[in-house]
């Protein structure tokens, strides 16, 4: 390793980190697991319905006939287990390693909200100690035969996203984004983060594009005229899907039944996916 050139005294740099090549930040997976192609799904920012497009992408997968899991990476705001009505706790194997819980479809999760003995219970954790969190669900869990994973990425571009770069072998990247935001710099900021860690855009979902009237079909368009066209060619990446605000989509997501929403909406990014 070559000296560094700094005062170590004030710096948070670790030296060591710095000579590693971005593979040897790569975490294996345990023995006995497979997983043949990981997604993560970004947004720049909270709330607008990430975690609706995780839970809409595994179960699109799911009903093709994909074993499909999802690895719930928003830690300190989890809602993936309540959408697929999951609570139960996660268990061990005699190994050491986590067994995912399986939706009634068949979907494989883990998340911190199945770990914590009240779901509301509020996760106060450091950024070392999440990172070390969604090391584990990646590389200390029996992960069995998973055609597409799905992980659902905090918010934004911290410590915790940049942790699931490093550490997962992502073949691919889904932004989600709402009409709102796609005017602003966000978007561009998870592009480039992409970019820089060198994982494919697979493309842009818009969330929450339009309200369809349920007496005419008029698709009405409550936060203005969507950009998501032109950003996504600005970027040169496709739209993979434009997402109403669907009133059955919320009402599953409270009951935890969202697998059982029979809808289109994914139609485009499966497609993709099958192409990975
Ligand atoms: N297209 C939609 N139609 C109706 N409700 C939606 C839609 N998308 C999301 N919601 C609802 O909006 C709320 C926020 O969505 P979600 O939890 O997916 O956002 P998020 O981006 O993952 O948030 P956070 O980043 O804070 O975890 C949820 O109650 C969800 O059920």
Redesign the pocket.
Known sequence: MSECTHDCSSCGENCAEREMKPEDFLVKLSQGSSVKKVIGVV?GK????????TSLLAAASMREGFKTAILDG?IT?P?IPKAFGLSINLVGNADGLILPATTTCGIDIVSVNLMLANETDPVIWRGPVLGGVIKQFWGETLWHNVDYMFI?M??GTGDVPLTIFQSVPLDGIVI?SSPQELVGMIVEKAVNMARMMNVPILGLVE??SYVECPDCGKQIKVFGESHIDEIAAEYAVPVLAK?????T??AA??AGKIEYVENNYMKDAIEVLKKL
């Open positions: 947004s909270g709330g607008v319905g990430k975690s609706m497009v928003d705001g809602s659902d905090p918010p989600v969330n929450m997402i109403p605000m669907d009133p989509l919320a997501c409270d």
